[in-house]
């Protein structure tokens, strides 16, 4: 019995510190390890061990415990991941206290988060599983060894760690000094199988009202599609609202799936505006249980993409989908049905038998505590980051739905077994009574370009996927509108930035041999009201597909130096991109880093430095508007230098990728990637071509383009030492060229210097 008393978690945690602002939890005495089998027997002489014991072994056996888990997704054997009693017999647990918890909403900005002191329990399970579970508890109200004591209703006070212990006889040892602790906002509670209309209208009342909740409040801007639908769910049909100003609305976010079901086309639109026609029509699950959410919150209507679309109608798609930012951002409400994986899949907690998971409340030492839900709502991440509680589910995998939450003001995401609130303002789930608390104004971004911001947005956006390829921009639309509206004018050209578009036109793929240039094209309506098809560009990260992901390495150096970009806008006017605007500070002429006093010689006239005249544009673009719409043009330095096009080899994994592709080249050769290939850029192959090697038949001519130049920080040997970006070009029409590749190549300008056949020349990259 002595070795059981031994591996007591009940006396080596200081419990009293859950769901309380102190950080006392940072001491030795607020963790245990021990093996299940150990708790189990702890539990024979301890009503909190039992209970602990059976949640844990509940919790298990649980579905819901290892959906979406990403670090083990399976056995070993390949067999489902739930582990066997055998093996949670031997399974070991680590219990302890941690005060760094984060609850954070699906916002990409600092807006919205709150820490939380909650007890962790990790379950590790070896042999072939070598599974792993977490669980959270949080305190479910006040109390303690001395609740209250006399300090208020929002304090508590215990005795530090060891001084809740029974003194044995003769135990003159000093007792530590009483501390007092204030309780946290968040405190756990019961969740019920069925959602509680009740609480959530009461969310919905309290953001609408709330003084601190301007950013989350509705502009005055409108809706400005003519004849915008909406679905009524009581008089169940669709109708037309002429009037810019719709009534208050719901939206639904959701994956379509690839299973039919009813949509909006030519042939039914007159039979879905007349009243009751939905209420016998065959809805899937998602649809009609998001009506019938909105009917228990007493929204009238809900905006529903395949019903309010006509499917079938080209212009009406077109007309929608570049407002869809306006729709989700004017609506009083967003529905996200997260777990589904198509429109069939139906919301858990709105009909019955669809949530199964039952929470389980445990008391220690007077403190009352119950387990969360999803331990994914509480994790310690750096801001800008999609939160891990709605990251892993089918929702958070499809591209469209994400411009749909991140322009949404509030939005009530339906997990597989909790309902979370998320705003503008905070989170708040199911499980958990929390209420909102004022943020710091110098904090919220809500007005002003930030880097980090655009880039994680753009990372999180780049791993989602699409059925149709080339949706990409039309998905990719809404939140453009939203950042540019957001940030104050913030223009963008194929998802770029324009206020630091020479650093994020820097941007890199992780590497993957199977990546590719993405096929089919954007549709575009051009101000006479045609519609122009366009190929994704090349220089954006949207013209390529396939492996990895976006990843950070952008053009950050000091001292950047860039060319003058020019893009054309819809009308199909030239426009010169303000670059640096909202950066830290504009970039400088890439001319003068690359030509330095010869920039304004005879050789290289001013006006050719930078600004580009209308009478430079490529004819081909002039008569070809689907060119027109993708290219970028820029006046800089080029190099033509020759390869052996029979040394290309292709890596097999990032290992294999050349070294010295990325700032480490001071002196020839250097690599290049051309298509899927990497080829050695020799010295001796730049000899004059009645010379020696350059008569080599193998021999092929490339394009090198400098697009971007910055001062190096590391090593310290290199610090002050400027690189030079180049990209390879193939020249596909007249005056018009392409990317070679998706890789830039990095080297020194002491490297560039001395490259041959270089000259200043306007490039038009399509």
């Keep these: 019995m002595d070795d059981v008393e031994s591996t007591h978690c009940c006396e080596s945690i200081s419990f009293?510190?859950?769901?309380?602002?102190?950080?006392?939890?940072?001491?030795?005495?607020?963790?245990?390890?021990?093996?299940?089998?150990?708790?189990?027997?702890?539990?024979?002489?301890?009503?909190?061990?039992?209970?602990?014991?059976?949640?844990?072994d509940y919790r298990s056996r649980q579905p819901a415990t290892w959906a979406g888990s990403y670090r083990y997704p399976q056995r070993r054997d390949g067999e489902r991941a739930m582990p066997t009693e055998e093996e949670m017999k031997g399974a070991h647990v680590q219990i302890s206290i941690h005060g760094a918890k984060e609850a954070r909403n699906w916002s990409f900005g600092f807006e919205g988060t709150s820490h939380r002191t909650v007890l962790d329990v990790r379950v590790m399970i070896g042999g072939p599983s070598n599974l792993h579970f977490e669980m959270l508890l949080q305190r479910a109200g006040p109390g303690g060894r001395v609740p209250g004591g006399g300090y208020g209703d929002d304090t508590i006070t215990y005795d530090a760690p060891g001084g809740w212990r029974v003194s044995s006889v003769g135990d003159d040892r000093p007792r530590p000094a009483t501390q007092v602790a204030s309780l946290e906002a968040a405190l756990g509670r019961s969740r019920p199988l069925e959602v509680d209309y009740t609480m959530l209208r009461g969310w919905l009342d309290l953001c609408l009202s709330h003084e601190d909740h301007d950013l989350c409040q509705q502009d005055d801007e409108g809706i400005h599609i003519p004849g915008f639908r909406l679905v009524d769910v009581e008089d169940m049909c669709i109708r037309e609202d002429t009037d810019e100003h719709a009534p208050p609305f719901a939206t639904l976010s959701y994956v379509w799936g690839k299973e039919p079901f009813l949509r909006l086309v030519k042939d039914n639109l007159e039979t879905l505006m007349t009243p009751g026609s939905l209420r016998n029509a065959p809805l899937p699950l998602t649809i009609s249980d998001a009506i019938e959410v909105c009917r228990n919150l007493q929204i009238r209507y809900i905006w529903i993409d395949s019903l309010c679309i006509i499917q079938d109608d080209e212009s009406d798609k077109l007309e929608i989908i570049d407002s869809m930012d306006s729709i989700y951002r004017q609506s009083v409400l967003t529905i996200v049905a997260a777990t589904g994986v198509n429109a069939h899949a139906g919301i858990p907690g709105v009909r019955p038998g669809t949530r199964t998971l039952v929470q389980q409340q445990l008391e220690i030492r007077g403190v009352p505590l119950i387990d969360s839900v999803d331990h994914r709502q509480l994790r310690m991440q750096t801001s800008y980051q999609e939160p891990e509680w709605i990251s892993g589910t089918p929702w958070a995998q499809r591209a469209w739905t994400f411009q749909e939450a991140l322009v949404a003001r509030r939005i009530l995401f339906f997990t597989a077994e909790l309902v979370y609130w998320s705003c503008r303002q905070g989170l708040l789930s199911e499980d958990t009574v929390e209420y909102f608390e004022p943020l710091i104004k110098s904090m919220r971004l809500d007005d002003?370009?930030?880097?980090?911001?655009?880039?994680?947005?753009?990372?999180?956006?780049?791993?989602?996927?699409?059925?149709?390829?080339?949706?990409?921009?039309?998905?990719?639309?809404?939140?453009?509108?939203?950042?540019?509206?957001?940030?104050?004018?913030?223009?963008?050209?194929?998802?770029?930035?324009?206020?630091?578009?020479?650093?994020?036109?820097?941007?890199?793929?992780?590497?993957?041999?199977?990546?590719r240039q993405r096929q089919g094209t954007h549709p575009i309506k051009e101000a006479n009201g045609t519609i122009a098809?366009?190929?994704?560009?090349?220089?954006?990260?949207?013209?390529?597909?396939?492996?990895?992901?976006l990843i950070h390495y952008f053009g950050d150096e000091p001292a950047a130096h860039s060319p003058l970009f020019h893009t054309f806008n819809r009308a199909s006017e030239l426009v010169e991109i303000q670059d640096g605007q909202h950066w830290r500070s504009r970039p400088h002429?890439?001319?003068d880093l690359l030509l330095g006093e010869s920039a304004g010689s005879d050789e290289v006239p001013t006006n050719r430095k930078m600004e580009l005249l209308e009478a430079d544009i490529p004819p081909e673009l002039s008569v070809t508007p689907f060119l027109k719409h993708r290219a970028l043009l820029f006046y800089s330095q080029t190099a033509t230098l020759r390869y052996d096009s029979s040394a290309g080899f292709k890596a097999t994994s990032s290992a294999d990728k050349p070294s010295g592709l990325k700032m480490t080249r001071r002196e020839y050769p250097f690599p290049v990637m051309i298509g899927d290939k990497f080829y050695k850029i020799l010295e001796e192959h730049?000899?004059?071509?009645?010379?020696?090697?350059?008569?080599?038949?193998?021999?092929?001519?490339?394009?090198l383009v400098a697009v971007f130049g910055g001062q190096m920080t590391k090593p310290r040997k290199f610090r002050g030492k400027f690189r030079i970006y180049?990209?390879?070009?193939?020249?596909?029409?007249?005056?018009?060229?392409?990317?070679?590749?998706?890789?830039?190549?990095?080297?020194?300008?002491?490297?560039?210097?001395?490259l041959p056949r270089k000259k200043w020349e306007l490039i038009s990259i399509a």
């Design 589 to 591: 002429s890439i001319a």
């Design 726 to 754: 180049i990209w390879p070009v193939i020249e596909t029409s007249p005056g018009v060229w392409l990317r070679a590749s998706y890789m830039s190549t990095v080297i020194f300008q002491d490297l560039w210097n001395i």
């Design 686 to 703: 730049q000899k004059d071509e009645n010379n020696g090697e350059s008569n080599k038949e193998t021999l092929r001519g490339i394009k």
């Design 16 to 56: 009293e510190l859950i769901g309380t602002d102190s950080y006392h939890f940072r001491d030795s005495n607020s963790r245990a390890a021990l093996t299940f089998k150990e708790l189990q027997l702890s539990g024979e002489s301890c009503e909190f061990c039992a209970g602990l014991a059976r949640l844990i």
């Design 533 to 549: 098809r366009v190929a994704f560009p090349t220089w954006s990260w949207m013209g390529w597909i396939e492996g990895g992901y």
């Design 448 to 515: 002003e370009f930030d880097p980090l911001e655009y880039q994680q947005i753009a990372t999180t956006f780049s791993r989602r996927e699409l059925t149709f390829e080339s949706d990409l921009g039309r998905a990719y639309l809404g939140t453009q509108n939203y950042l540019d509206a957001k940030w104050g004018g913030q223009k963008f050209s194929w998802g770029l930035p324009h206020g630091a578009f020479g650093s994020f036109l820097m941007w890199e793929w992780d590497f993957d041999t199977t990546r």
